[in-house]
Structures are given as structure tokens and as C-alpha cells.
């Protein structure tokens, strides 16, 4: 949490990017490749924008082979002025970026362990993100959701929470609890000294 605090000031990341007009965006930050699940972030999003009129998509991140194709559906789907391509972000940019976004979307075919989710949840930013990133206390908690990869289900999960501004807030909350609560250092070294105990008042066989 240290590294997070202090987040930079709210509209600081749409005083960079003045073409978002300070309207409500879902924030992908990841490395633009086909494991990221840019094949449906299209489609999802787009089902959503048409649903809410000024909601944007930002997209960041080094493009790995993907943008191409990626913008490529974007533009076939009509949907171009809603989509920035803001390239890779690092440090308080990167915490900008995060701090201003309406929700973080990542919908991964496979990942081991995210920081890009766990950088959303700390602050404050709901996460919706496929059952490949292996994360379900996030819906546990309630603080986002983790959904079967197809652009229906995301793109309902982003109208859902564009449309609800008290549900939003209720997962925020409960994302910086999440993370405090379990994925903070001397919560780590707690849970791991308490597995050694266990482990140690085992009766051998």
C-alpha cells in the first residue's frame, strides 16, 4: 500500500488526455497481447458503450502483436472515437491512469498472479477480469467480477457498473479492503508464519 500512497489527485489522468473530456472510462492496462484477451475486449466494450453514451475505453500498455488486429475490430466496429491507445504507462502515470478509471478490465485467457489487478484493487478500482487470471476472491468480496471469457458477459459487467454508481462504490471499498486485509506485506509474513506452525504440530505418521 506504501507504494500507492499517495495516489495522484482525481482528473489527473484526464488532464493528460484531454480528448477523454473528463468522462468515465474502463481502463485495460496490460501488455497488448493475445493472452490479455484482446480478442473480445472489442466486442465487450462495445456492447457497453452502446448502452451509455460517454463511457471510453483506454488502453494501455506495449504493443507484443496485438494492436494491430486489435484496432483493427475496434474500427470495424465503429467505435474508434471511444477507444485511446495511450501507450505503455509506468509510475504516477500508471497510478493516474488506475486512480481515474470507472473499472479495470483484464479479460486474460491465463495468468499466474496479476499486479496490474492487484495495483486496481488497492486503489480503490473495481476489477472485472476472466476466470483465466485465477482470481476469485475478487468476486468473493465483492470487489469486481470474475467472468467466463466472452464480450456478453464483460460487456454486461462494465454496463452494470457504469450504470450503478452505488454499486460501484460498494466495490471499491470493498477492493482496497481485499487487498489490505490479505495481500499486504505483514498480512503475507502472518499467513505464512501461521502455515509453518500448522505444518510443525503435525503428528508424524
Not at 489522468?13 to 484531454?18: D, E, I, L, R, T
Not at 504493443?63 to 495511450?86: C, K, N, P, W, Y
Not at 501507450?87 to 497510478?95: F, I, R, T, V
Not at 458477459?153 to 486485509?181: H, W, Y
Amino acid at each position: 500500500m506504501e507504494e500507492l500512497s499517495p495516489l495522484p489527485a482525481a482528473g489527473t489522468f484526464a488532464q493528460q488526455y484531454p480528448k477523454l473530456a473528463q468522462r468515465p472510462y474502463v481502463l485495460f492496462l496490460a501488455r497488448l497481447h493475445y493472452k490479455k484477451g484482446l480478442d473480445i475486449l472489442p466486442e465487450a466494450f462495445a456492447q457497453a458503450a452502446r448502452a451509455h453514451d460517454d463511457l471510453q475505453l483506454v488502453v494501455a500498455g506495449p504493443d507484443e502483436g496485438s494492436q494491430a488486429s486489435f484496432e483493427q475490430a475496434v474500427d470495424q466496429l465503429g467505435i474508434t472515437d471511444r477507444v485511446h491507445m495511450v501507450g505503455p504507462l509506468y509510475g504516477p502515470d500508471k497510478l493516474a491512469a488506475i486512480r481515474d478509471a470507472l473499472c479495470f478490465c483484464l479479460p486474460s485467457h491465463q495468468e499466474g498472479f496479476s499486479l496490474a489487478i492487484i495495483e486496481a484493487l488497492a486503489s480503490g478500482v473495481p476489477a472485472i477480469i476472466s476466470e483465466g487470471c485465477h482470481f476469485p476472491e475478487v468476486s468473493q468480496s465483492g470487489a469486481g467480477e470474475v467472468l467466463p471469457r466472452n464480450p456478453a458477459s464483460f460487456g454486461k459487467a462494465m454496463s452494470r457498473i457504469a450504470g450503478d454508481p452505488d454499486l460501484r462504490q460498494r466495490m471499491s471499498t470493498n477492493a482496497r479492503e481485499l487487498v489490505q486485509t490479505h495481500y499486504t506485506w505483514p498480512n503475507i509474513a502472518q499467513q505464512t508464519v501461521q502455515m509453518y506452525q500448522r505444518s510443525l504440530q503435525r503428528q508424524p505418521i
